[in-house]
Nanobody, 121 residues
Framework: QVQLVESGGGMVEAGGSLRLSCAAS????????MGWYRQSPGKQRELVAT???????NYADSVKGRFTISGDNAKNMVYLQMNSLKFEDTAVYYC???????????????WGQGTQVTVSS
């Protein structure tokens, strides 16, 4: 089994910064992708950013130029540096990993428990 644990959420004023961290542990053969999604009340969960072990990244248009995703392959960790935060960035942020538990298994999506980010206007 694989566990994802997030940290780093909190409350910040608009224009401020926060850094989220996510650690993957357990039975990990290979990480295909790791990333961040967010969900605010009344809305569907949406992609924020993803990264691969080779460093290929993908961002939602709404966060491009403000958020930076990075990973530490040796530690099975992923980070999200969030700058110039806006009120509309307020949401629960979830860490996601598409991870193979063994060489013959398919990649499976795992989720963290979520961490609240609140931006005051």
């Amino acid at each position: 089994q694989v566990q994802l644990v997030e940290s780093g959420g909190g409350m910040v004023e608009a224009g401020g910064s926060l850094r989220l961290s996510c650690a993957a542990s357990g039975r990990i053969f290979r990480i295909n992708t790791m990333g961040w999604y967010r969900q605010s009340p009344g809305k569907q969960r949406e992609l924020v950013a993803t990264t691969t072990p080779t460093g290929r990244t993908n961002y939602a248009d709404s966060v491009k130029g403000r958020f930076t995703i990075s990973g530490d392959n040796a530690k099975n960790m992923v980070y999200l540096q969030m700058n110039s935060l806006k009120f509309e960035d307020t949401a629960v942020y979830y860490c996601n990993g598409n991870i193979k538990a063994s060489g013959w298994s398919l990649g499976q999506d795992y989720w963290g428990q979520g961490t609240q980010v609140t931006v005051s206007s």
